[in-house]
């Protein structure tokens, strides 16, 4: 009986392990459409904001109603916040090409 034990150890000891095996934990799968309130959470900004970018005349947000609840791609928000990122503005060029204008202008 001790050669059975042994033998099923080595054979274990032997087998390839999956590294996140014991560490992964298992989470449900997100939703992909979301109401208002869960993309208050998703996005960390407040139902106004959201409600502001969906009814904004120019480049909304797209959304969905069913009866009253309205319902965004969790992808869809992603991408068109990507395309909404502040972009960095060079004051000191700014200011140089107003300073050149003025002094053409003179």
């Known amino acids: 009986m001790s050669q059975i034990g042994r033998s099923v150890t080595s054979v274990t000891e032997h087998e390839p392990r999956d590294a996140n095996a ?3 934990i298992s989470e449900p799968p997100q939703p ?3 109401d208002l309130k869960e993309l208050t959470q998703y996005a960390c900004v407040s ?3 959201l409600r502001a970018w969906i009814h904004r005349p120019v480049d909304p947000l797209p959304a969905a ?4 609840k309205i319902l965004v791609r969790r992808s869809v928000l ?3 916040l990507e395309a909404h990122q502040v972009k960095h503005l060079d ?3 700014i200011v140089d ?3 050149a204008g003025v002094k053409e202008m003179g």
Do not use: F, K, N
């Not at 109603?65 to 009253?68: R, Y």
């Open 22 to 24: 014991g560490s992964m």
């Open 32 to 34: 992909e459409w979301l």
């Open 47 to 49: 139902e106004r904001t």
């Open 65 to 68: 109603q069913v009866g009253a």
């Open 78 to 80: 992603d991408r068109w």
């Open 91 to 93: 004051v000191g060029c």
């Open 97 to 99: 090409e107003l300073v």
